[in-house]
């Protein structure tokens, strides 16, 4: 009845669980929120109106497929400022969120037969995304050591490299973890995309977001002849809504991409590209007091998360996800109700303390719960403390 194609892929494993918590929210139910990727900020003013003063002005017509060539211009100009990495305008390709830019680079790179490498924990959809290309998605498991916990393990993905491997999609600063990828690591992988002939495919839509005086490297600055560079206004700019991302690319592979785009979206919202004129090209104070309200939530999570008993917690330099460990609590129980994985003991979360986290087998990570601090510092306080009280109530 339908294609192999819609058959092979699965909804995210987080639909249910939100559509739950989105009920239990409009019966009423005090739930904390912690499980949503989504900055609680408000969109910056000035972003606002630059938006207003499009529709004002009757910019509200198609646009060109690969963007406004003022935008496009902008990030070339802030790739070049931000990392030293020359492009042309012809190779941006400005996109209906990073989410489509991501799509189509496996679109383009990836087919029948081919494989695509993904470190993990990793965001739910790259997988499929690799699957809807018909390609098989190839996980290779992020180091464990404590000193480098989810940190790129080179060797791994050298050794799960096949004549099939096309790509490999990475995410620094990485959700769930919230690691950032060192430069000696993405110079390692550079080489070995050099040596065996494949694409990087980095998603840096949380470059902005960084903690600890941590350095960001971005790939456009490592090999931008390797790599499809993709980033966004949503997580660093408070505009996941307006749904504006981009990719930057070698000229040939952006012709690739705007041409896959001319049939599926053509150009994006005119309204959202000048407000993204706005957010790349205009003040950036506002991204700094959003990025330093973010650190203080931070550091008062990772502090409370690592006195809880039983829990150990990498501490996350970037985005804005704090991973902890919670395999101690796997075998205690309430109400005769056994924790067997991560699955349920975020339901025990959300049915006994009235938090909303995000397990970690959504992201390939079992074992682990993704907790979210984009949220008010009262309410990441409460919510730690109904955490607390919830884990030391269960038995066993």
């Not at 087919?111 to 995304?129: A, N, Q, R």
């Not at 996980?139 to 993905?157: C, G, M, S, Y």
């Amino acid at each position: 009845m339908f294609t192999e194609r819609a058959d092979r892929v699965s909804p995210s494993s987080l639909v249910d669980l939100n559509a739950r918590i989105a009920q239990m929210i409009r019966d009423g139910v005090d739930v904390i929120k912690l499980n949503i990727g989504e900055p609680d900020f408000n969109t910056p003013d000035n972003i606002k109106q630059a938006a207003i003063a499009a529709i004002e002005a009757d910019f509200t017509r198609y646009t060109p497929t690969p963007g406004i060539l003022d935008l496009r211009k902008i990030i070339c100009q802030r790739l070049l400022d931000d990392f030293g990495a020359v492009y042309k305008p012809a190779e941006i390709t400005v996109s209906t969120g990073a989410k489509q830019a991501l799509f189509e680079a496996v679109m383009v790179l990836a087919e029948e037969g081919d494989e695509v490498l993904i470190p993990t924990p990793c965001w739910v959809s790259y997988d499929e995304m690799t699957k809807i290309a018909g390609a098989t998605p190839v996980l290779v498991p992020a180091k464990t050591n404590p000193e480098e916990r989810f940190h790129l393990d080179l060797a791994a993905i050298e050794a799960a490299v096949t004549e099939h491997t096309t790509a490999i999609m990475i995410n620094s600063p990485n959700n769930p973890t919230g690691v950032v990828y060192n430069r000696e690591e993405l110079e390692g992988l550079a080489a070995l995309a050099e040596k065996y002939d494949f694409w990087i495919i980095s998603d840096e839509v949380y470059e902005k977001l960084l903690y600890n005086g941590t350095e960001f490297v971005s790939m456009a600055s490592v090999a931008p002849q390797r790599s499809v560079v993709v980033n966004g206004c949503s997580k660093a700019y408070a505009m996941t809504g307006w749904r504006v991302g981009y990719a930057a690319a070698p000229q040939a592979l952006s012709k690739k991409l705007q041409g896959l785009q001319g049939h599926v979206t053509s150009g994006i919202n005119a309204i959202a590209q000048k407000a993204a004129c706005e957010a790349f090209g205009g003040p950036q104070d506002s991204v700094e007091a959003m990025r330093q309200q973010f650190a203080a939530r931070l550091e008062m999570m990772y502090t409370r998360l690592s006195a809880m008993p039983g829990i150990t917690c990498a501490r996350p330099d970037g985005a804005f996800y704090l991973m902890p460990d919670v395999t101690s609590y796997f075998g205690k129980s309430y109400n005769g109700k056994v924790i067997n994985d991560s699955r349920d003991l975020a339901d025990y979360l959300l049915d006994e303390a009235r938090v909303a986290v995000a397990p970690g087998d959504s992201f390939y990570a079992p074992g682990y719960l993704r907790l979210s601090y984009s949220n008010s510092m009262e309410n990441l306080t409460e919510a730690m403390n109904r955490m607390e009280h919830a884990l030391l109530a269960l038995e066993g």
